[in-house]
């Protein structure tokens, strides 16, 4: 396993961290079942391990709870918060009075003190930064948390976000989580140079691009039901996007092959080779799952293995464009480029 420092925090972790959001009932993956994989992972090396509020409505985290008990100290923590929890309205979003009161649940079902990263699963247009900055600054100084960052924020609201922590001498986001594969490369042409400027670590979320780099999505291979039940338009091979998608798999298994690589490997690879990157976040559901990922653990790329992915993937390209979670609110509802 390979480390490296998370931003400027001195803070040392894995290249490949450990996302729990398959624990529970979304991945179908019992209590005993998230405990093996967690105690996997760390025989491994792995010592970052992803989490959120939102996934299995708090499920996964009381399992990443009960899995870490009695090495809370070995594991770097992370959790998420700010998409909804159910219907209340005010039960969502970046505010003082929601990051508050969701950190402190969020800590029961961990059942720790505190966690290591604490982050803005989604930028909130509705909450000014000073607000949000402010109140996860007195978390950061009443000890719950150590350090927070964003996940999935355009380029220019991490700007906006760092220029309001010093104008209002805030402490910072000192991470970034986005979504970085080979199929989906469009940080690289904003985002990324953005948190290398501003020296913050980068935790890479769909490494395998939802399952499309795992070499279970093949030509001519039926996908699993499972995957087209869950998200059906992301794996429908009638739409022009999916089809370039599955044709850069098919060149793409080939420079693996001839690499001696399997397509996991090239894949988790390509994403931890970039400077600006700090850990690639696996999210397995199975011991099986876990062991094909690990096995990219020291996985480094030769750079003629690396021209040949932009011959098939252009750097800053976006396969499907349309599966982009960092989208200005603008652009998704009318009523708000209009007067």
Known sequence: MQYRTLGRTGVQVSTLALGAMNFGAIGRTTQDEATALVDAALAAGVNLIDTADMYGDGESEKMVGKAIAGRREDVVLATKASMPMGDERNHQGASRRWLV???????????VDHVDLYQ??????????????????DLQRAGKIRYFGSSTFPAYRIVQAQWAAREHRLSRYVTEQPSYSILQRGIETHVLPVTEEYGMGVLAWSPLASGWLSGAVREGREISTNRSAVLPQRFDLTRPGNRARLEAVERLA??????????????????????????AIIGPRTLEHLESQLAAADTVLSADVLDAIDEIVAPGTDLAPEEKHDTPPSLLDASLRRR
Not at 120 to 137: C, F, M, N, V, Y
């Open 101 to 111: 009161t969701e950190l402190d649940n969020s800590l029961r079902r961990l059942e």
């Open 120 to 137: 803005i699963h989604r930028w909130d247009p509705k909450t000014g930064d000073e607000e949000t900055l402010s109140a996860l600054t």
């Open 254 to 279: 080939k420079v693996a092959d001839q690499a001696g690589l399997s397509l996991i490997q090239l894949a988790l690879g390509f994403v931890v080779a970039h400077p600006g990157v700090t850990s």
